[in-house]
């Protein structure tokens, strides 16, 4: 693929990944319904959250599967390339002898998609299904145990077979190599995003909008790099997270839940890791990381005043953070918005460090 050639590919692809997954959006919504499989909403969120109750969950299944079928279909796509009539088509789109639509080595990513996102569908199902009257579903240590094994097997993957275990620091030219460190590290990284993302999927699009754009920037930096089937991968996720959009937008009518939380949360950090720019994540993913210190400074905070005092003290009105400004007066609509905006700035910065 040519330097000139990638972008409008890339940007093609999410074009038709939109087209390919709202179609099946309404056909997938009455699927849900039909199957009962409707959003508990958790007693301890705002009371006017209570309206949302029966909208169909697991989403995430909408954009997971467009994703994977897309990709998977773009890699028997390389074998073009292995006959005259292949080549032909290939030159028509002005890829360079040779070259791949997506690549290898976006099974990682892939992988780490559908694994997390089958993680998640069993946690949405444990809520839908269980026992648990708060419409929770599995326990937070058995969810978190899963996604460490989870992160650590990507990890391993990342480290042994794509042979990646650097991090780039901005104004600096050459990536250091930091060895085997990598493994733990990545291995957070990924535990870390995938339930940051998942603490910001609270209020209808917010997940979907400040992901679509931490993909679109990632995207743009593997560019930059000529990591081309990264980018055009990535491009796939803006396009698909746009046609879940625009069945999630204010009133929903379809929640990723955990499905596609913990699977966007997860792949994002993947795809930093792979770019080597992962200390840029936290800028990309300021909303992120935003949502889930808000939480833990909450936990935190009541559990140490508690302790002291006997009475347990709140820093937010109620954590995550977007629902501390609703409970300020802020509508869903605009907490979404700015914190929308908020993160295509964050975005906007993470491109400039990048290019440094």
């Known amino acids: 693929m040519t330097e000139h050639s990638a972008m409008p590919f890339a940007l093609s692809l999410a074009t038709i990944t939109f087209l390919l997954a709202v179609i099946w959006g309404k056909p997938l919504i009455a699927l849900l319904k039909q199957r009962g499989i409707g959003k508990q909403i958790r007693i301890e969120g705002p009371d006017t959250h209570q309206v949302k109750m029966g909208t169909p969950t ?34 028509i789109f002005n890829f360079a002898e040779g070259s791949t639509l997506i690549g290898k080595s976006i099974l990682v990513p892939l992988l780490t998609l559908a694994a997390f996102g089958l993680l998640g569908a069993r946690d949405d199902w ?129 929640f990723m839940g955990d499905t596609g939380a913990l699977a966007l949360g997860a792949t994002l950090a993947v795809v930093a890791l792979m770019t080597g720019q992962w200390l840029l994540l936290p800028i990309v993913g300021l909303i992120f990381v935003a949502e889930a210190l808000s939480d833990i400074i909450q936990v935190s905070f009541f559990k140490w005043t508690k302790r002291r005092t006997g009475v347990g003290k709140r820093v937010f009105k109620m954590a995550p953070l977007h629902h501390h400004f609703e409970l300020l007066g802020w509508s869903e609509t605009h907490v979404v918005w700015r914190f929308f905006l908020i993160g295509i700035l964050a975005g906007m910065l993470g491109i400039a460090l990048a290019l440094l």
Not at 60 to 87: D, H, R, Y
């Open 58 to 91: 697991m989403g995430g299944v909408m954009f997971l599967v467009p994703v994977f079928l897309i990709t998977v279909v773009l890699n028997l796509a390389n074998f073009l390339s292995g006959v005259e009539w292949g080549k032909r088509i290939l030159r």
């Open 126 to 254: 444990a809520g839908l299904r269980g026992r648990r009257k708060d419409g929770q579903g599995l326990v937070a240590k058995i969810k978190a145990s899963y996604s460490v094994i989870l992160a650590l097997i990507v990890s391993a993957g990342l480290f042994f077979v794509l042979d990646i275990h650097s991090v780039a620091i901005p104004g600096i030219a050459r990536k250091i190599d930091i060895g085997l460190l990598y493994i733990p590290l990545a291995t957070f990284i990924i535990v870390g995003s995938s339930h940051a993302v998942n603490l910001t999927d609270g209020l209808d699009g917010l997940a979907g909008t400040t992901s679509a754009v931490a993909f679109a920037a990632f995207g743009i930096i593997a560019n930059l790099q000529k990591q081309y089937p990264l980018s055009s991968f990535c491009f796939v996720m803006v396009g698909a997270l746009f046609a879940f959009l625009w069945y999630n937008s204010h009133p929903a009518q379809l």
